[in-house]
């Protein structure tokens, strides 16, 4: 029975695996979830159980956080605990439990922090540190708390430096983080009891040199200095202690004595100078109406009579001086006429055609003056053009191949890359043998000397620029050497005073060498006269700079001496004081020259170091001056940079400022020695280069102001066009309105320029009838005009408009190679716009040419770039105390050596 029992009976049910038990508490009491987290055997069921515990006893008690004895000997595995932990974190931020009455609690403290650390909110940590006000707990929490983010917070909190300098050192190489908060702490807390020092030895500084300034006499610069030391002074924003307050006060109100003095005086001597010029001024008045009204009166009745006399002889004079001279004219031009004609026939019959070519045209250009020739001078004229034109034909027939060999030679060089010094050597040789097989032939074969012609002026092309670019550069170094000897001459005259402005001659002495020799090369004939009054100036005005300096030299070897007789003195705040005056007047004193300056320093500076030993305070104070003037400096530059990268109005209104800039970079003080000079240039280039943007700007507008005329002209002459050919109303209204919108869009017209255009379209809607033939002459000779100012050569059709024009200008003693200034061109362009239109392909190739002949003017007599007048001594330097730096970022014995 039993075994069947056994073979058939139920199999005994298995236990509940681990996930099966945890699961059951899912929805098992709160007394089986509390049972199995104190008592299971297994971790994990123990966790997941804690994982639903509520907040009580039971759970505190495994997180660490009861404070009951029994809770003590406990022992807790470390995992129990961390869960224990999280689950009352995870109630937390439920909001069953208040965190605020949680962290309040007499509760063991790092736990409490863990408890935090593991909330969903970061602030928690925050919150439960800010319930810690024991200095004491907070360190120990920097040194030893269980997370780093517990003792970055920590840190946070300290505030006491004492406590800060320590714990900086006890966390040093243990957390980085904390000791990076600790030191800036730290560092911020040396920062701000640095500049409290600065701030007062500020004041301190400020009061000192108050006093000095109380202590002195009223000179030029007293006002000044004494305005900029108490805006300091007011501008102060930290109270100064009642002491020094004090003393400031008292030393403004001796200064302001000394100025009001000195200002009574002033108007005193002002009223006495006043009244004696006055006194002076009347009686000399007195005197001078006295002796003019009797001087007049008697000149008046001299000068009647005279005149009446000389009127009577004048007139007989002139006239026998006119026929006399009538007589002489005719006579000694027949004279003339003659003469050149026995010449012409001898030259003839030795042979030199040429020449006597040349007398025959010299006889035709005195034909038109002279009245009707004798019948003997007629006959030999008749002779000598018969004989002349028969050799010319017998010559022309001999020499015609040579000339075509000539032509073919000179076309040849057209596009010669050889230099063109060696190309225009060429180009001469082959003229002069042009010149030689042309001799004696009075009427040369023009299409031939035009084609030669032609092709010499084209392969002289390169040669021409290259040649009137040397000429240029030679003329434009001396117009610039003369305006620099100008200036210097103009500096020795405003040098004659009883006070010179030393330092500004030392530094024209120096630059002015410089500028001069970079205007190289110029003609060696022209240049030798300035050269010498340039030199000249030079040692005027070096001789008297050597003798200021030798009276500097015997200054400072006084204060040598007196600083010397100091050493001996028992009293060393006596001695201090002493050595500062003597620092003082050495400042006041001039440079010496060379090497003597430093060596004199030198020997001051070891005399003044055995007395006065308490530079460091001195030092900060320059070191921080020096960097506050390197900011400022920059700053300029920086504005400078910034305005010449712009362009237009704004360009123009930004360089505005440049005397501001001048002025304000003038007025700062020393900078760094090794930096000065760079900011100085780096000013000056800013300022050049806003200077050459302006220059630019100006030179495009004045070409674009030209671009608008002759575009305006355009339409302004179709319009005229269609009003003279009576095209419809409606047309030429159209033409008309759009030469006015033309118009009016301009904004930048040449001189003149908007008259002359509006004048010439209102004369264009007038004009019924006008003489087209005339325009095409008064068009044809402003080309041909503007052709021999620009030398360029003169089409066919207009060669003889040309002659004649020169012949007139000839005759007019105006001679050939007058070069025309920009004036005279502006005039001829705005001539061109009053004449008005002819046939459109006429005046387009007219056109055509005359701005050919445009391009080519002198660029250079565009209008230059103004600019407001710098002040006269920007470029003077401010020196220190002796042996500072100068703001150029030259030492001043330096400096004085290079003189």
């Known amino acids: 029975m039993k075994l069947f029992a056994r073979l058939f009976g139920k199999t005994p049910p298995s236990p509940p695996t681990l996930q099966e038990r945890i699961s059951i508490l899912n929805s098992g009491s709160a007394d089986l979830i509390l049972d199995a987290a104190l008592h299971a055997e297994e971790e994990s069921l123990r966790i997941a159980a804690i994982d639903k515990l509520p907040d009580g006893d039971a759970l505190r008690r495994l997180a660490g956080l009861s404070a009951t004895a029994e809770s003590t000997a406990i022992a807790v595995p470390a995992n129990l605990a961390r869960a224990a932990r999280a689950r009352i974190a995870q109630l937390i931020d439920a909001g069953s439990i208040d965190f605020a009455d949680f962290s309040d609690q007499e509760l063991n403290r790092p736990t409490v922090f863990a408890v935090a650390a593991l909330c969903k909110d970061a602030g928690r940590l925050t919150q439960a540190l800010a319930s810690i006000h024991d200095p004491e707990q907070l360190a120990q929490l920097v040194v030893e708390g269980p997370s780093s983010r517990l003792r970055q917070l920590a840190a946070e909190r300290v505030h006491d430096p004492a406590q800060l300098r320590q714990l900086l050192q006890q966390v040093r190489n243990k957390d980085k983080s904390v000791y990076k908060i600790l030191k800036q702490k730290c560092d911020a807390l040396n920062a701000e009891d640095r500049k409290a020092q600065e701030i007062k030895n500020e004041i301190e500084a400020l009061c000192a040199s108050l006093e000095r300034l109380g202590d002195r006499t009223h000179d030029s610069f007293y006002t000044s200095a004494f305005e900029h030391l108490k805006t300091r002074w007011h501008s102060l924003t930290t109270q100064p202690a009642a002491d020094i307050e004090q003393r400031a006060r008292q030393a403004i109100e001796r200064c302001r004595e000394i100025i009001e003095a000195h200002e009574r005086q002033l108007k005193r001597q002002a009223a006495e100078d006043a009244a004696l010029k006055a006194a002076r001024e009347l009686q000399e008045r007195e005197q001078r109406a006295a002796t003019a009204a009797a001087e007049a009166a008697h000149a008046a009745r001299a000068e009647a009579e005279a005149q009446l006399r000389e009127a009577a002889a004048a007139v007989r004079e002139t006239e026998d001086r006119e026929r006399a001279e009538k007589r002489a004219a005719q006579e000694q031009l027949f004279r003339q006429i003659g003469g050149l004609m026995r010449m012409a026939h001898a030259a003839l019959k030795d042979g030199g055609t040429q020449r006597a070519a040349g007398l025959r045209r010299a006889i035709e250009e005195k034909l038109p003056a002279a009245p009707a020739l004798p019948v003997s001078l007629v006959r030999q004229l008749l002779q000598l053009d018969e004989k002349l034109n028969e050799l010319k034909q017998w010559k022309d027939y001999a020499v015609a191949p040579k000339r075509l060999e000539l032509i073919a030679e000179m076309e040849a060089l057209i596009g010669s890359t050889e230099p063109p010094k060696a190309l ?38 390169p040669c021409r620029e290259h040649f009137d670019a040397q000429a240029k550069l030679r003329q434009q170094n001396l117009e610039n050497r003369k305006a620099v000897l100008e200036r210097l001459i103009a500096f020795e005259a405003t040098q004659n005073g009883d006070n010179p402005d030393w330092r500004l001659l030392a530094n024209v002495l120096s630059d002015a060498p410089k500028e001069w020799r970079r205007y190289f090369p110029v003609d060696r004939e022209a240049g030798r006269a300035i050269q010498e009054e340039f030199e000249g100036s030079m040692g005027r ?55 003597q300056s430093q060596s004199l320093w030198n020997e001051f500076r070891e005399v003044c170091d055995a007395v006065y030993q308490k530079r460091q305070q001195a030092y900060a104070e320059y070191t921080s001056g020096l960097e506050a003037n390197k900011l400022k400096a920059v700053a300029l530059c920086e504005e400078a940079e910034r305005v010449a990268a712009l362009s237009g109005v704004a360009l123009l209104e930004g360089t505005a400022k440049i005397p501001e800039w001048r002025g304000a970079f003038e007025a700062l003080d020393e900078m760094p020695r090794t930096e000065a000079r760079g900011l100085h240039d780096r000013f000056e280039r800013a300022v050049d280069l806003c200077r050459a943007r302006v220059a630019e700007q100006q030179l495009r507008d004045t070409q674009q102001s030209f671009t608008n005329l002759f575009e305006a002209s355009r339409s302004v002459n179709a319009y005229e066009r269609a009003v003279l050919r009576g095209a419809e109303p409606s047309d030429r209204e159209t033409l008309k309105q759009s030469a006015e919108n033309f118009i009016a869009g301009v904004r930048q017209w040449p001189k003149e320029g908007l008259k002359a255009i509006k004048d010439s379209l209102a004369q264009a809607g007038s004009n019924a009838d006008v003489d087209l033939g005339a325009r095409e002459k008064a068009l044809r000779l402003l080309c041909v005009r503007g052709e021999i100012r620009s030398e360029i050569s003169t089409p066919a059709e207009d060669e003889a408009l040309r002659r004649e ?37 006429l005046h387009d190739s007219l056109r055509e040419r005359f701005m050919r002949c445009w391009e080519k003017r002198p660029l250079g007599s565009s209008a230059p770039a103004t600019f407001p007048a710098d002040s006269a001594d920007h470029r003077k330097s401010h020196d220190g105390r002796p042996g500072k730096t100068r703001r150029d970022g030259r030492d001043r014995s330096n400096v004085e050596n290079r003189r």
Not at 819 to 834: G, K, Q, T, V
Request: proline share 3%.
């Open 541 to 595: 005005l070096q001789a008297k700079l050597d003798a200021w300096h030798e009276r500097n030299v015997a200054d400072k070897q006084s204060l040598i001496k007196r600083a010397r007789h100091l050493l001996t003195q028992e009293d060393s705040r006596e001695a201090i004081d002493a050595v500062k005056r003597l620092q003082v007047l050495w400042k006041e004193t001039g440079p010496a020259p060379g090497a």
């Open 805 to 841: 024009h020169q012949v007139q200008r000839l005759m007019q003693g105006m001679g050939q190679g007058v070069s025309a200034d920009h004036e005279e061109w502006i005039a001829m362009a705005l001539e061109w716009i009053r004449i008005g239109a002819v046939a459109p392909d």
């Open 424 to 461: 225009a050597d060429r180009i001469k040789h082959l003229q002069q043998e042009w010149r030689t097989i042309g001799k004696g032939i009075v009427s040369e074969a023009p299409e031939e000397w035009e084609r030669f012609q032609q092709a010499s002026q084209a392969a002289y092309q």
